[in-house]
């Protein structure tokens, strides 16, 4: 079994004008793609050529010698990850009810939660990646430097990601990292998604 690079969840202009068929066919046909191929490259005639993607991480981030491997199989899980957590601006997600009480438990409101991960993004210095993570019961938001991902942790389970990496927003808003982040979190992102990873009440013991 080789890495695929997953079918996109909508079209590649379904995201404008936020974000450009260009960035797109940039971001996900060519960055995206590199990371796959790369991990294939990197994982073919070794023992873990059958080992899943996700697998292949935590392997991977086991030992720095890996360190290769590891930044692009998780490149390449945080950016599977990163397009199912957006949708089209014109698709209403309503938040569901449950996530929605977390929402209110952890932030006080939905407006407290998206200011939160705005800041975050603006304060990753450099490449990375915020994210809305479970975990112990509780929502937060974190960010990630370059490659890194919270499912390497142990303990957050991922619900959502932004990607803050430049090659996210250069082609559309330049150097405006701001109003990337602002118009994605107001508009594009998947609530739906981030509900569907909560762990069940069974997966919480
Ligand atoms: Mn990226």
Do not use: C
């Amino acid at each position: 079994m080789t890495i695929q690079l997953p079918q996109l969840p909508y079209s590649e202009n379904a995201l404008e004008p936020i974000i450009s068929e260009k960035t797109i066919q940039f971001h996900y046909g060519k960055h995206h793609q590199a990371y796959v191929q790369k991990t294939n490259e990197l994982t073919d005639h070794t023992e873990l050529k059958d080992k899943t993607l996700e697998e292949i991480v935590l392997y991977a981030a086991s030992d720095s010698v890996y360190a290769t491997l590891f930044n692009n199989a998780a490149q390449a899980w945080n950016h599977s990850f990163f397009w199912n957590s957006l949708k089209p601006a014109n698709e209403t997600k309503k938040i569901p009810e449950r996530l929605m009480k977390l929402i209110i438990q952890d932030f006080g409101s939905i407006e407290n939660l998206k200011k939160e991960l705005i800041q975050k993004g603006l304060a990753q210095f450099g490449s990375g990646w915020v994210w809305l993570v479970y975990e112990n019961e509780h929502l937060k938001v974190i960010s990630t430097s370059n490659a890194n991902t919270p499912i390497t942790s142990g303990s957050q389970i991922p619900l959502l990601t932004i990607d803050v990496w430049e090659h996210a927003y250069y082609l559309d808003e330049q150097n405006r990292r701001g109003d990337y982040l602002n118009n994605l979190v107001e508009q594009l992102l998947n609530w739906t998604f981030a509900a569907q990873n909560l762990p069940t009440t069974e997966e919480r013991g």
